[in-house]
């Protein structure tokens, strides 16, 4: 049975992939990132993200205020297990003020595990089939990822498909020895079967992931640029956006926000900064006692 959490209240709320964020092929969730929702194991309890919502400057042009916008948000179902199996992505209608019944389902995606409660594919919808119903057997598939893991058990790639059975790119994930995501890698190839460490394609750009002595993610920074010496992973490289997260007293990730540009002062990691959208989370508490699911927690 699977447990649908939507909640129409609205809280102030990054995915990585959305019309916002991505603009290159490699459009997907990609649950492993900036959700930071792995799987978990059977039995597991604790809070976990259930709602993402995404806001953007209203006619004001002041962040954080009553007349901000959302832009679209996200909606996760869990299993009795409580793994994440769907994350569902709408996008606000005329009214502009999300969880209305204007709001427009985007695409979804549908998250399959193995023996080992591994992800191990991510299917993503976005059109509704013959019978003109969404969640139905004839939705349009959009694509697919495979992942890959280590000897360690830890994610190394994820590749992603055309409907075709045809690769378009792949994604590749380094962590360090606290098992933490500290970088990932983003390239793009037209090679049917490839394996995604063996004749990669060209490299689009590539993220790193900084952490707090608390073993927080606090920054991610992209980059999209080889720089002067035209080598990808030197010190030259151009940055293009950074993403800076930011957590409650009990330690979960409230808020996140999205620069895309320097300010006035020409230079990144300063308070001119250009923000391009911030995106507030929402909490449910899965209980081992019971496996139940209980209303969100802020």
């Known amino acids: 049975m699977v447990l649908s959490l939507f909640f129409l209240v609205r809280q102030p709320h990054t995915v990585r992939a959305d019309p916002l ?31 993402e919502v995404k806001f953007i400057a209203g006619n004001d042009g002041t962040w954080f205020s009553p007349d901000d916008v959302v832009y679209n948000y996200f909606i996760y179902e869990f299993d009795n297990s409580g793994r994440t199996v769907r994350k569902k992505t709408y996008t606000s209608g005329r009214d502009r003020e999300g969880f209305t019944a204007d709001d427009q389902l985007q695409e979804y995606a549908v998250y399959t595990y193995d023996e080992k409660m591994r992800l191990i594919k991510e299917t993503a919808y976005n059109g509704k089939g ?6 139905t057997p004839d939705d349009i598939q959009a694509y697919f990822y495979l992942y890959d893991y280590d000897l360690l058990g830890e994610q190394d790639s994820a590749v992603k498909y055309r409907n075709n059975g045809e690769s ?13 995501l500290v970088k990932d890698a983003f390239y793009r190839h037209d090679k049917r079967e490839v394996q995604c460490f063996q004749a990669r394609g060209k490299l689009e750009k590539y993220h ?17 640029d080889r720089g002067r010496d035209r080598q990808w992973f030197t010190p030259d490289d151009g940055i293009c956006a950074y993403k800076v997260c930011s957590y409650d007293s009990q330690g979960f990730q409230s808020l996140t926000k999205k620069y895309i540009g320097k300010g006035a002062d020409n230079r990144w990691f300063t308070g001119d900064d250009i923000m391009q959208y911030y995106v507030a989370y929402s909490y449910i508490e899965i209980t081992a006692k019971d496996k139940a699911l209980h209303a969100p927690v802020s």
Do not use: M
């Open 21 to 51: 964020s991505e603009n290159g092929s490699h459009k997907s969730s990609l649950l492993h990132i900036f959700t930071r929702q792995k799987p978990v194991p059977v039995g597991e309890h604790g809070r976990h993200v259930c709602r």
């Open 130 to 135: 013959a019978d003109k119903s969404w969640f």
């Open 168 to 180: 378009s790119g792949c994604v590749t994930f380094e962590h360090n020895l606290k098992e933490q």
């Open 208 to 224: 790193i992931f900084e952490y707090n002595n608390e073993g927080q993610l606090i920054r991610a920074v992209e980059y999209n």
